[in-house]
């Protein structure tokens, strides 16, 4: 195989990215018939043969089969890529005996035309009542209705022969053998440069094994058993006796019992179905047998469909009652997902057959009144299960149907036949009974008896509702159309009122302020509440329109005499338009109608009277047009016909409010882009009725005539921002679009350049808001960055009103908020923001609170994705960043913040949403450091507190360095009002999941000067000191001598010197004739000053053993009377105040600093001594801890030792 040489240096391009040519050596193997083709015209790809000397001639074709054994050289060129434009089928036939295959192993040909797709084709060819088997060597298979993930398509069609749907399989599932009988065939599909394995299978042959099934069907019951003759071929025979009786394609089956069923294939489930039809007889009471039953296991494994054939006399109605899950009704070709269909059908006395089809899990119970004879059917699916009762059935006599009306005075009512169903009369009782099967009209104003000889007259029957108004001799005005909503509300009706005033006079009618829109006759209303006005002439009955609620229309005024009509279908909710009805002025036009064009982009359609049909001689009709203001309109006709006049002639007058008057004809040339009210007068003449008369359809298209403001906005730059802009007012003029798409809200995504139109569009009636995304997916990844609101397209009309940052983070992240300022203030009852700006921070769309600069929080850490947003007066006037934004490790805490208190005013603080309440399950901390000399007092000045349904509420106080809890108190718990805390300290909250109420707290925190007492109580503290010393001395110089001579070695340090140890000969004296031991004084700058003085030794210690104050013990030397010397402690360190303690440091307590091994072993090791001189000596001995640091003494703790 090589490619073709003009295209040899591009090599593997045209392979896998372009079109070009191949040409490779083929040579199929015995038995296998190879086909190349390709669906593109022979113009644009060939499969061409190679031959001759040099390989000189070609012959090129669309479709090329090869022959076996046989190698040929293939040329292989297209103008499309080639594994696209080509298939490739290698077809072999499995012939098979009774008992053998051959071949027995199924094989392919691995290596030809892999560049191709490729279809592995294998036809079964077997003698009858033989199946052949072939074992999937490998993988097995599963059954699908998609295409393979791995691109090896099986395919399994029964038989070639029919077109039948093929099954299909893939790899990995349990499918190890595929039985097929003859004519079957079998494909494997794979794409380009997939490796085929050389064997796929093993065939093997045998008898086909049929099916025997044991029937009995009862007297009442039909079976037919059918197959669909393109299935494969299946015979079915009945044994009874010694000879069977076989059928190929159907077998009907009645009263047998224990009749044997022999099927003629394995799986005759799969091609044969089963009707199972009973028969049921109903008198005008009752019904034999009155159950609907079936035979649950009958054929359970094949298709069925179960038929009950109900015989039900004349006036006689059965009910049909179905237990268990109801049914639902499904209309057209709707089909029921479970594969279990209902249908029901009955049989008219004309021959009509009506029916209806349900599907299970409905709220249907019951089928009433049935009329005719009825066939109940269900279809059930394979395997389907039943239950042995279906239904039930009952008969009555055919019901007549009683109704009591009571018309309003000058109304009749007329009820009139629309179906064709037989047998079914109206009928009234006045006092006399009457009866109509076609017509009946009722009169008296009076209580009215009706009765119906069938149970559904609204089938059958129409109302009409007719009042007469007359207005000749009476004053006509207000709320005189009503429609009676109460008779008959589930027939068709149609509400009429004929109107006559005096003959020069006009009727008008005044519609709500919403209107009334005009459509074609033969149209119908949305709402399904349609209006038309006939106008009575001499001549004949002229229809204005027909209308529907909400339009353009708003009066209506017709000359002399006319008839308005609603129609409303049965069991539609009345609900008719509140029009008003009133005598109009005197005029010669046949109508007039008021139109209210509506602001913005809008087409209106009106047509004449009696449309498509012919608008009546010598009569006029006109338009009063209202048109908003800043807007032009413009006719446009768009249907017309002109008539033949006899005198006169058609014309079309516009009348503006100047009175000014032009004439135009239907083809001239229409008023276009004008502004202001106008009238549109249309005139006909006297025509020749044989021809087709006047007819128009035009519309009134309006449109605004300001100049709209353009911008085109381009975030492409913008990394992550996105625009939204909305109306804040119900402005109707106001019109937006984005791309020419009128839009109430526009939003330009990120990333994307969009054109934008405003029109009529006050700025102060829109707002513009921005947001932009941070999303950090690994916090060692993520720097540090800070809020800036990025500058918008200056060619927006609309100032900029808040810019939203979300920022996302990872579950081990948290984000570290600082004031670029140096703090931040929160905006709470009574120390709101001054600021010309407040940024609002918000966890998952619950609102954290709203924060300005220049306040005592330092810092803000938050272990949830947060979104922040910027308000300003003026984001123009605004210069550099809002907050400087960090990651960090996750924090035990949802909230923490870092505070420093002022000593000018109480400091409040309040829980995250105050006052709605914090998240359930979120806690929140205040790092609350304390100038020195200085204490705080706490007050809980709001605390609510809600009914938990799971955990607890919580309040914690400690001290900075403290394990002790100063406040611990749950939801259940009492809460003192003030707490005093001697130094800085931290403040957590925690919520529980809340049953009821929310949990919120707001505290106050007023900072109280401390009395310098330190001198006195270290002076006190060193003496007591002292005088425990020599006590001790003195308990163990008695002891010793107790104890004789009994001694342990021991070792002393001296700084300078030698190691003595005792009895050794350099020590003359005993231990308890010398003082060697006792010392007046233990400065430790001089026993461990050298070590201290190492650079090394700070560096070694633990983290929580750093930066912490001590003292060292001295012989007091100073005053003992008077007045104690003033100790001057250093001022706030304000650098050192704006650190920030390390979460994992400030929260988890730390290691215990007493050993964990035992101290008289060898291996115990004390990491105090790692680096001190004396870890090379040990003692046996228990540690003797000296405290050199007064209990008292308030530690100036640092950030390094927390």
Same mark, same amino acid.
């Given at each position: 195989?090589?490619?073709?040489?003009?295209?040899?240096?591009?090599?593997?391009?045209?392979?896998?990215?372009?079109?070009?040519?191949?040409?490779?050596?083929?040579? @199929?193997?015995?038995?296998?018939?190879?086909?190349?083709?390709?669906?593109?015209?022979?113009?644009?790809?060939?499969?061409?043969?190679?031959?001759?000397?040099?390989?000189?001639?070609?012959?090129?074709?669309?479709?090329?089969?090869?022959?076996?054994?046989?190698?040929?050289?293939?040329?292989?060129?297209?103008?499309?890529?080639?594994?696209?434009?080509?298939?490739?089928?290698?077809?072999?036939?499995?012939?098979?005996?009774?008992?053998?295959?051959?071949?027995?192993?199924?094989?392919?040909?691995?290596?030809?035309?892999?560049?191709?797709?490729?279809?592995?084709?294998?036809?079964?060819?077997?003698?009858?009542?033989?199946?052949?088997?072939?074992?999937?060597?490998?993988?097995?298979?599963?059954?699908?209705?998609?295409?393979?993930?791995?691109?090896?398509?099986?395919?399994?069609?029964?038989?070639?022969?029919?077109?039948?749907?093929?099954?299909?399989?893939?790899?990995?599932?349990?499918?190890?053998?595929?039985?097929?009988?003859?004519?079957?065939?079998?494909?494997?599909?794979?794409?380009?440069?997939?490796?085929?394995?050389?064997?796929? +299978?093993?065939?093997?042959?045998?008898?086909?094994?049929?099916?025997?099934?044991?029937?009995?069907?009862?007297?009442?019951?039909?079976?037919?058993?059918?197959?669909?003759?393109?299935?494969?071929?299946?015979?079915?025979?009945?044994?009874?006796?010694?000879?069977?009786?076989?059928?190929?394609?159907?077998?009907?089956?009645?009263?047998?019992?224990?009749?044997?069923?022999?099927?003629?294939?394995?799986?005759?489930?799969?091609?044969?179905?089963?009707?199972?039809?009973?028969?049921?007889?109903?008198?005008?009471?009752?019904?034999?047998?009155?159950?609907?039953?079936?035979?649950?296991?009958?054929?359970?494994? +094949?298709?069925?469909?179960?038929?009950?054939?109900?015989?039900?006399?004349?006036?006689?109605?059965?009910?049909?009652?179905?237990?268990?899950?109801?049914?639902?009704?499904?209309?057209?070709?709707?089909?029921?997902?479970?594969?279990?269909?209902?249908?029901?059908?009955?049989?008219?006395?004309?021959?009509?057959?009506?029916?209806?089809?349900?599907?299970?899990?409905?709220?249907?119970?019951?089928?009433?009144?049935?009329?005719?004879?009825?066939?109940?059917?269900?279809?059930?699916?394979?395997?389907?299960?039943?239950?042995?009762?279906?239904?039930?059935?009952?008969?009555?006599?055919?019901?007549?149907?009683?109704?009591?009306?009571?018309?309003?005075?000058?109304?009749?009512?007329?009820?009139?036949?629309?179906?064709?169903?037989?047998?079914?009369?109206?009928?009234?009782?006045?006092?006399?009974?009457?009866?109509?099967?076609?017509?009946?009209?009722?009169?008296?104003?009076?209580?009215?008896?009706?009765? +119906?000889?069938?149970?559904?007259?609204?089938?059958?029957?129409?109302?009409?509702?007719?009042?007469?108004?007359?207005?000749?001799?009476?004053?006509?005005?207000?709320?005189?159309?009503?429609?009676?909503?109460?008779?008959?509300?589930?027939?068709?009706?149609?509400?009429?009122?004929?109107?006559?005033?005096?003959?020069?006079?006009?009727?008008?009618?005044?519609?709500?302020?919403?209107?009334?829109?005009?459509?074609?006759?033969?149209?119908?209303?949305?709402?399904?509440?349609?209006?038309?006005?006939?106008?009575?002439?001499?001549?004949?009955?002229?229809?204005?329109?027909?209308?529907?609620?909400?339009?353009?229309?708003?009066?209506?005024?017709?000359?002399?005499?006319?008839?308005?009509?609603?129609?409303?279908?049965?069991?539609?909710?009345?609900? @008719?338009?509140?029009?008003?009805?009133?005598?109009?002025?005197?005029?010669?036009?046949?109508?007039?109608?008021?139109?209210?064009?509506?602001?913005?982009?809008?087409?209106?359609?009106?047509?004449?009277?009696?449309?498509?049909?012919?608008?009546?001689?010598?009569?006029?009709?006109?338009?009063?047009?209202?048109?908003?203001?800043?807007?032009?309109?413009?006719?446009? +006709?768009?249907?017309?016909?002109?008539?033949?006049?006899?005198?006169?002639?058609?014309?079309?007058?516009?009348?503006?409010?100047?009175?000014?008057?032009?004439?135009?004809?239907?083809?001239?040339?229409?008023?276009?882009?004008?502004?202001?009210?106008?009238?549109?007068?249309?005139?006909?003449?006297?025509?020749?009725?044989?021809?087709?008369?006047?007819?128009?359809?035009?519309?009134?298209?309006?449109?605004?005539?300001?100049?709209?403001?353009?911008?085109?906005?381009?975030?492409?730059?913008?990394?992550?921002?996105?625009?939204?802009?909305?109306?804040?007012?119900?402005?109707?003029?106001?019109?937006?679009?984005?791309?020419?798409?009128?839009?109430?809200?526009?939003?330009?995504?990120?990333?994307?350049?969009?054109?934008?139109?405003?029109?009529?569009?006050?700025?102060?009636?829109?707002?513009?808001?921005?947001?932009?995304?941070?999303?950090?997916?690994?916090?060692?990844?993520?720097?540090?960055?800070?809020?800036?609101?990025?500058?918008?397209?200056?060619?927006?009309?609309?100032?900029?009103?808040?810019?939203?940052?979300?920022?996302?983070?990872?579950?081990?992240?948290?984000?570290?908020?600082?004031?670029?300022?140096?703090?931040?203030?929160?905006?709470?009852?009574?120390?709101?923001?001054?600021?010309?700006?407040?940024?609002?921070?918000?966890?998952?769309?619950?609102?954290?609170?709203?924060?300005?600069?220049?306040?005592?929080?330092?810092?803000?850490?938050?272990?949830?994705?947060?979104?922040?947003?910027?308000?300003?007066?003026?984001?123009?006037?605004?210069?550099?960043?809002?907050?400087?934004?960090?990651?960090?490790?996750?924090?035990?805490?949802?909230?923490?913040?870092?505070?420093?208190?002022?000593?000018?005013?109480?400091?409040?603080?309040?829980?995250?949403?105050?006052?709605?309440?914090?998240?359930?399950?979120?806690?929140?901390?205040?790092?609350?450091?304390?100038?020195?000399?200085?204490?705080?007092?706490?007050?809980?000045?709001?605390?609510?507190?809600?009914?938990?349904?799971?955990?607890?509420?919580?309040?914690?106080?400690?001290?900075?360095?403290?394990?002790?809890?100063?406040?611990?108190?749950?939801?259940?718990?009492?809460?003192?009002?003030?707490?005093?805390?001697?130094?800085?300290?931290?403040?957590?909250?925690?919520?529980?999941?809340?049953?009821?109420?929310?949990?919120?707290?707001?505290?106050?925190?007023?900072?109280?000067?401390?009395?310098?007492?330190?001198?006195?109580?270290?002076?006190?503290?060193?003496?007591?000191?002292?005088?425990?010393?020599?006590?001790?001395?003195?308990?163990?110089?008695?002891?010793?001598?107790?104890?004789?001579?009994?001694?342990?070695?021991?070792?002393?340090?001296?700084?300078?010197?030698?190691?003595?140890?005792?009895?050794?000969?350099?020590?003359?004296?005993?231990?308890?004739?010398?003082?060697?031991?006792?010392?007046?004084?233990?400065?430790?700058?001089?026993?461990?000053?050298?070590?201290?003085?190492?650079?090394?030794?700070?560096?070694?210690?633990?983290?929580?053993?750093?930066?912490?104050?001590?003292?060292?013990?001295?012989?007091?030397?100073?005053?003992?009377?008077?007045?104690?010397?003033?100790?001057?402690?250093?001022?706030?360190?304000?650098?050192?105040?704006?650190?920030?303690?390390?979460?994992?440091?400030?929260?988890?307590?730390?290691?215990?600093?007493?050993?964990?091994?035992?101290?008289?072993?060898?291996?115990?090791?004390?990491?105090?001594?790692?680096?001190?001189?004396?870890?090379?000596?040990?003692?046996?001995?228990?540690?003797?801890?000296?405290?050199?640091?007064?209990?008292?003494?308030?530690?100036?703790?640092?950030?390094?030792?927390?």
């Amino acid at each position: 195989m090589r490619l073709c040489a003009t295209r040899a240096l591009l090599g593997l391009l045209f392979l896998f990215d372009t079109s070009g040519c191949l040409r490779t050596a083929v040579r @199929p193997d015995k038995g296998s018939i190879v086909t190349v083709s390709t669906p593109l015209p022979l113009a644009q790809c060939a499969v061409c043969t190679v031959s001759g000397v040099n390989d000189t001639q070609t012959s090129c074709h669309s479709s090329l089969t090869l022959v076996p054994e046989v190698e040929v050289k293939l040329l292989f060129n297209c103008s499309q890529p080639l594994e696209l434009s080509y298939t490739v089928t290698i077809s072999q036939t499995i012939e098979c005996t009774k008992d053998t295959c051959s071949p027995t192993t199924v094989q392919t040909q691995p290596s030809i035309l892999t560049e191709f797709s490729r279809t592995f084709s294998y036809d079964v060819k077997a003698p009858e009542k033989t199946v052949v088997s072939l074992d999937i060597l490998g993988e097995g298979l599963v059954q699908t209705s998609r295409p393979c993930s791995d691109g090896f398509q099986y395919s399994v069609l029964t038989s070639t022969t029919n077109s039948g749907v093929p099954t299909e399989y893939c790899h990995g599932g349990s499918v190890t053998s595929l039985d097929l009988v003859s004519q079957a065939g079998v494909s494997l599909k794979v794409q380009p440069k997939a490796r085929v394995e050389s064997v796929l +299978f093993k065939a093997s042959a045998g008898p086909i094994k049929g099916r025997t099934m044991v029937i009995t069907a009862d007297s009442g019951v039909s079976v037919v058993v059918s197959r669909d003759p393109a299935e494969p071929e299946c015979d079915v025979c009945t044994i009874d006796g010694s000879t069977p009786n076989c059928s190929p394609t159907v077998k009907r089956l009645s009263n047998v019992k224990k009749l044997t069923l022999e099927f003629g294939c394995p799986k005759p489930e799969d091609v044969y179905s089963v009707k199972v039809q009973r028969k049921m007889e109903c008198t005008t009471s009752s019904c034999s047998p009155s159950v609907g039953a079936a035979d649950p296991e009958l054929f359970k494994d +094949f298709k069925r469909s179960l038929i009950w054939d109900i015989g039900v006399p004349e006036r006689t109605v059965v009910t049909l009652d179905f237990p268990g899950d109801g049914l639902r009704e499904i209309y057209g070709a709707e089909k029921c997902l479970d594969g279990y269909q209902y249908s029901v059908s009955t049989t008219r006395s004309d021959g009509a057959i009506k029916t209806n089809s349900y599907c299970k899990g409905g709220t249907l119970s019951q089928l009433n009144h049935l009329l005719g004879p009825t066939t109940v059917a269900i279809e059930v699916p394979k395997g389907g299960d039943l239950d042995q009762t279906i239904f039930n059935v009952k008969a009555e006599p055919r019901g007549s149907r009683m109704m009591s009306v009571t018309p309003d005075p000058h109304t009749v009512i007329i009820i009139s036949r629309v179906g064709s169903e037989p047998d079914c009369s109206v009928c009234v009782k006045t006092p006399k009974q009457t009866c109509n099967s076609k017509r009946l009209r009722i009169s008296d104003p009076g209580h009215t008896s009706v009765e +119906f000889t069938c149970p559904q007259p609204q089938d059958i029957f129409t109302v009409e509702i007719n009042r007469q108004i007359d207005c000749t001799a009476t004053a006509c005005s207000g709320d005189i159309v009503q429609a009676e909503s109460s008779l008959f509300p589930d027939f068709n009706r149609t509400f009429t009122w004929d109107l006559k005033v005096v003959a020069t006079r006009t009727f008008q009618l005044d519609f709500p302020e919403t209107g009334m829109r005009q459509i074609p006759k033969d149209e119908t209303c949305p709402d399904k509440h349609t209006y038309s006005l006939v106008t009575y002439l001499r001549t004949g009955p002229a229809d204005i329109g027909t209308f529907c609620r909400e339009g353009t229309v708003t009066t209506i005024l017709a000359r002399y005499k006319g008839r308005v009509s609603l129609e409303v279908p049965a069991d539609s909710k009345m609900n @008719p338009v509140d029009f008003k009805l009133n005598v109009g002025p005197e005029t010669s036009m046949l109508a007039t109608i008021n139109v209210n064009l509506p602001r913005g982009v809008s087409d209106t359609d009106f047509i004449t009277a009696n449309y498509p049909g012919s608008f009546p001689d010598n009569q006029q009709v006109q338009w009063n047009f209202t048109v908003p203001g800043m807007h032009n309109y413009t006719m446009k +006709f768009h249907k017309h016909t002109a008539p033949e006049c006899i005198n006169n002639d058609v014309e079309v007058e516009y009348q503006k409010e100047d009175n000014k008057v032009t004439k135009v004809s239907l083809t001239d040339p229409q008023p276009q882009h004008q502004q202001g009210n106008f009238n549109m007068l249309l005139k006909n003449c006297e025509t020749n009725t044989t021809l087709q008369g006047l007819s128009l359809k035009y519309s009134v298209s309006v449109m605004r005539s300001g100049h709209p403001v353009l911008c085109t906005v381009d975030l492409t730059k913008q990394q992550g921002v996105s625009l939204q802009i909305e109306k804040i007012t119900s402005d109707p003029y106001c019109e937006m679009s984005i791309d020419s798409q009128v839009r109430e809200k526009i939003i330009v995504a990120a990333g994307t350049k969009v054109s934008l139109s405003f029109l009529d569009c006050p700025n102060e009636d829109l707002r513009l808001t921005a947001n932009k995304v941070i999303a950090c997916q690994s916090v060692a990844s993520c720097p540090a960055t800070s809020l800036n609101v990025p500058k918008l397209d200056a060619c927006l009309p609309m100032p900029l009103h808040s810019f939203t940052w979300h920022i996302s983070i990872p579950e081990d992240g948290t984000v570290d908020l600082v004031s670029p300022t140096g703090s931040l203030h929160q905006s709470l009852p009574g120390q709101g923001c001054n600021q010309t700006f407040s940024l609002n921070l918000a966890d998952e769309d619950v609102s954290v609170g709203d924060f300005c600069f220049d306040g005592i929080i330092q810092k803000i850490q938050m272990h949830t994705n947060i979104s922040i947003t910027a308000t300003a007066r003026d984001f123009s006037k605004t210069s550099g960043p809002f907050l400087n934004v960090s990651f960090s490790q996750d924090i035990p805490e949802t909230i923490i913040y870092r505070v420093i208190p002022r000593t000018s005013s109480p400091t409040l603080l309040a829980t995250p949403n105050w006052p709605q309440g914090m998240k359930p399950s979120s806690t929140v901390s205040w790092i609350v450091d304390l100038p020195s000399q200085y204490q705080a007092s706490i007050e809980f000045v709001n605390v609510s507190q809600p009914k938990c349904q799971d955990w607890h509420t919580g309040i914690t106080v400690k001290m900075l360095g403290y394990e002790r809890e100063l406040l611990s108190r749950r939801e259940d718990e009492g809460l003192e009002k003030t707490l005093l805390v001697p130094n800085s300290f931290y403040l957590n909250m925690s919520n529980c999941i809340p049953e009821e109420g929310h949990f919120g707290v707001m505290a106050k925190i007023i900072l109280e000067k401390t009395s310098n007492s330190l001198p006195l109580i270290l002076g006190i503290a060193g003496a007591c000191l002292l005088l425990l010393i020599v006590l001790v001395i003195v308990c163990v110089i008695l002891k010793k001598k107790k104890k004789g001579k009994m001694k342990k070695d021991s070792s002393i340090y001296l700084g300078k010197g030698n190691i003595f140890r005792p009895g050794d000969s350099h020590f003359t004296k005993t231990r308890a004739d010398n003082n060697s031991h006792i010392y007046s004084s233990i400065d430790d700058t001089v026993v461990y000053g050298n070590l201290l003085n190492k650079a090394g030794y700070a560096d070694n210690l633990p983290d929580h053993l750093k930066g912490i104050q001590v003292d060292a013990y001295h012989t007091f030397t100073g005053p003992t009377d008077g007045q104690l010397p003033v100790i001057n402690e250093p001022e706030l360190d304000t650098e050192r105040d704006k650190l920030f303690l390390d979460p994992s440091d400030t929260f988890i307590p730390s290691r215990p600093r007493t050993p964990i091994d035992r101290q008289d072993s060898l291996g115990f090791q004390d990491r105090r001594m790692m680096d001190n001189e004396l870890y090379t000596f040990k003692s046996t001995g228990d540690i003797n801890t000296i405290q050199l640091i007064d209990a008292d003494k308030r530690w100036q703790v640092s950030e390094d030792s927390l």
